[in-house]
């Protein structure tokens, strides 16, 4: 834990935040094993920190676009866990009212913009959010976020070279869960060091403990001052770990039971967080539960509430192809 | 001997060209490797070197003349011991091209190249394909801030093709932007540049090259809408030359009209002529949604009339009758058109009346404007460069016999390029692209006779 004080309040913000993903994620695995949703469903639990550190780091007016693996960062940007949980179910209350699922929703207005489908699609993407920030003269950034698996595309090195070029205000924050689907990092790649290919582009960045929200967020203030001074991007590999499966339908055979057991009895962050509240007392065991209650009736209402919403109406079928000019 | 100098051809479309500046003049020595005047083709003003070594004789085609066809004789150089040109080359020169010396194309004030002799004629001008997207670009860069042009060579260059020329000069270095050769990252970043709310225009060099870009064309820039429920917008135009040049070789020369027609969430539009050109543009990056904006590299350099009116807009989706009959229906789009109205005009003298449809848009299509004309005529033959497999013209031929099956006297014929990558030896290609006969014998065949 780094030593600078921490006020109370924002210290239990991440842990809220935290484990209403943990729990959210928790729920849609129940739900999905219900069939209430379909399709592939890739869960966040394990890497919560990451997220809720970062969007400690982000002012008004900062956009992020993230992967297929994007429950946790809708919540953590202030999405409603009722609308991302319809959405998982394929309803019509859904954030794209049922037609983007799991790996496709987007919020305008939390400047979310998605969700994508394609491995390493959405860095360019971000890096042209960044783009226009730049071009109108804003002091915004861009939290763009990608894992190891993309962290070998292609177009992700054509992004890092055009945003240096043209001191794009993005950071490119690369989740290292140590998995690409069932590959792990020893695997893909003979250059571990994730974060330091971009210095071959002139982009600085670090390596964070992801397992730690405190430091992901000190991690996020340096990534987001550097940018805002105009000094263009700026990358974050975040070590991280995800606890289930690459999707609902993963076995994860590539990896043991032990491995996994050890990072979440040893390193879970909200685990960790709880801790530090309790022992250094700025929360009673009572408090904390209350906490825990909280969560958990959000989640059961987001999940009540996506089993209530109707599914879209067929008329929708043929809306959102074309703007009407 | 003197040694003739004679105009090059620079690219592999280049018919004719301008002698844009002499580097040297009459009595100049040279060496092999000099520049002696820079010359400005279709594409490009490039400098043209000696070979030889010698003394400039003559100079015969003076700076700023224009319309210098490939291997016409425009200088001669002497032997460094020759003193002057002999009668008997003086006598075989004769050059018939040399006009009015006039400034280069004005640099992105297009207004100002208006010709005084077209004052009668107030309402158009003719202008090329090439100009008509540069207006185009310019006028709508003027009107909306955040429209901004992005691509390889288009900026410092004046593009690749000079569709941008001038463009830089006028909107700095801000709104039109060199990209590194990187064509997967740039459209990405264009993609996410619309959804930050800007009006990009990314121009591929060639739509060929668009291929490592194609999955940020379909998947982020066509689908985003729709899988945001209707949230986010993606206004941007892809646009840049698509088909076959000329001996440019199979990869180089592919139609990608039915792929992108094929895809839910994008316009396509390929215009024919500098008017659809200019106000089809227009339309494209006013639209809110994703355009691809088919060119053609052999049309840039056709002239055609064009309103003055900067409101002259064409809107998307609306075919166009470029020529009306009554016995067989030609449907085609962009360079097919060249096809389709030869071919009209030779059937005219063995007494075919044939209308010619120009869809200009591909998708949406302009179906019903097909449909009326087939009701009319019963006949119908499809004109266009592509594959044909899944082509555009197998869609119409569906639509046809879905709408209009029992108007129909004669089966719908697809007149497509051939079914093989296209060859690189002259006498293949030729072979291999569409021709004005095959058009001809297609209607014949469609008409019994």
């Known amino acids: 834990m780094p030593k600078k004080k921490m006020p109370i309040a924002k210290l239990q913000k991440y842990y809220k935040d935290m484990l209403l993903i943990r729990r959210f994620e928790e729920k849609a695995g129940q739900l999905y094993g ?91 993407i971000g890096a042209g959010l960044a ?12 939290f763009t976020y990608f894992g190891d698996g993309a962290a070998n595309q292609g177009q992700v090195y054509e992004t890092y070279n055009m945003a240096m070029l043209w001191k ?60 805002r001074k105009g000094n263009g991007p700026y990358i974050l590999e975040i070590k991280t770990y995800r606890y289930r499966g690459h999707s609902m339908s993963d076995p994860a055979r590539y990896r043991t039971r032990e491995e996994v057991q050890k990072v979440r009895s040893e390193r879970d962050p909200i685990e960790n967080l709880r801790d530090i ?21 959000i989640v059961n209402d987001a999940a009540e509430f996506a089993k209530a919403s109707p599914e879209p109406s067929v008329n929708e079928l043929f809306t959102d192809i074309y703007l009407e000019v | 001997m003197p040694t003739e100098i004679l105009m090059p ?14 580097l040297v003049k009459k009595g100049d020595s040279v060496l092999p490797g000099d520049i002696l005047a820079e010359i400005e083709t279709d594409k490009a003003t490039i400098e043209f070197e000696s070979i030889e070594e010698g ?84 006028e709508e860069m003027r009107a909306n801030p955040n429209i901004f042009l992005m691509g390889e060579e288009v900026a410092e260059y004046q593009g690749a093709y000079k569709i941008s020329q001038g463009l830089l000069e006028e909107f700095s270095a801000k709104r039109v932007i060199d990209t590194p050769i990187t064509e997967h990252g740039f459209a990405g970043i264009g993609v996410g540049a619309a959804f930050g709310g800007l009006n990009p225009i990314i121009e591929f060099m060639t ?38 040049a000329s001996r440019v070789g199979a990869q180089h020369s592919q139609d990608y009209s039915a792929w992108y027609s094929s895809v839910p969430g994008l316009k396509v539009v390929s215009p024919f002529s500098s008017d659809d050109a200019k106000g089809l543009l227009k339309s494209a990056i006013r639209d809110p949604n994703p355009v691809i904006f088919l060119e053609n590299e052999i049309l840039y350099g056709e002239s055609f ?40 005009e030779l059937l005219s003298e063995s007494g075919i009346d044939s209308e010619v449809i120009d869809l200009r848009t591909l998708r949406p299509m302009d179906t019903d404007t097909i449909i009326q004309s087939v009701m009319k005529t019963n006949r119908c033959v499809t004109v266009e460069e592509g594959f044909p497999v899944c082509s555009i013209g197998n869609y119409i031929s569906s639509v046809i016999m879905q709408e209009a099956f029992d108007y129909l006297d004669a089966p719908v014929i697809n007149c497509t390029g051939k079914d093989v990558p296209m060859p690189y030896a002259a006498n293949l290609e030729k072979l291999a692209l569409l021709t004005t006969a095959e058009v001809i014998t297609a209607v014949e065949e469609v008409m019994y006779r």
């Not at chain 1, 509240?277 to 009736?297: C, F, M, N, P, R």
């Not at chain 2, 085609?61 to 002999?86: F, R, T, W």
């Not at chain 2, 006009?99 to 107030?122: H, M, N, R, Y």
Request: charged share 25%; hydrophobic share 40%.
């Open chain 1, 34 to 124: 219900m069939g209430l949703i379909g399709g592939f469903c890739h869960l966040y639990i394990g890497q919560e920190a990451v997220v809720v550190g970062l969007e400690a780091a982000a002012i008004k007016g900062d956009k992020r676009i993230t992967s297929y693996r994007d429950h946790g960062h809708m919540l953590a940007c202030g999405m409603e866990a009722k609308g991302v949980m319809a959405e998982l179910a394929g309803r019509g209350d859904g954030y794209s009212k049922g037609k983007g699922g799991s790996m496709h929703m987007f919020s305008k207005e939390k400047n979310f913009f998605g969700g994508h489908g394609i491995v390493g699609a959405q860095v360019p």
């Open chain 1, 131 to 142: 783009f226009s920030d730049k071009y109108k003269g804003t002091k915004s950034v861009t």
């Open chain 1, 168 to 227: 794009l205000p993005v950071i490119f924050i690369i989740e290292n869960n140590q998995y690409a689907m069932g590959t792990s990092v020893d695997r893909s790649t003979k250059s571990h060091s994730l974060w330091e290919r971009g210095l071959a582009y002139g982009i600085k960045g670090e390596e964070v403990d992801g397992m730690d929200v405190l430091k992901v967020k000190d991690a996020g203030d340096r990534a987001t001052a550097h940018c």
């Open chain 1, 277 to 297: 509240l309790l022992t250094e007392k700025h929360l009673s065991e009572q408090e904390i539960k209350k906490i825990d209650v909280e969560i958990k009736d």
């Open chain 2, 9 to 22: 051809a620079l690219s592999p479309t280049m018919e004719e060209g301008t002698i844009a500046k002499w």
């Open chain 2, 55 to 138: 003394i400039v004789g003559e100079i015969l085609v003076p700076e700023g003349s224009q319309g210098i066809k490939i291997n016409e004789i425009i200088a001669i150089l002497l032997a460094p011991d020759e003193s002057k040109v002999p009668e008997r080359t003086k006598k075989k020169i004769e050059h018939k091209h040399v006009i009015e010396s006039k400034p280069l194309i004005a640099k992105g004030k297009p207004e100002a190249s208006v010709e005084i002799k077209e004052l009668t004629q107030p309402e158009t001008k003719t202008i090329t394909v090439r100009e008509a997207l540069r207006d185009a670009m310019a």
């Open chain 2, 207 to 244: 739509f060929n090259f668009a291929m490592q870009a194609i999955d940020q064309i379909v998947n982020s820039a066509a689908k985003t809408l729709y899988m945001s429920g209707g949230q986010m917008g993606c206004s941007i135009v892809f646009r840049g030359p698509n088909g076959a």
């Open chain 2, 305 to 344: 009339e064009v309103p003055i009116d900067n409101n002259f807009i064409v809107p998307i989706g609306k075919a166009r009758i470029r020529r009306s009959g009554n016995d067989v229906t030609i449907v085609s789009f962009g360079i097919g058109l060249k096809f389709a109205l030869e071919a009209a």
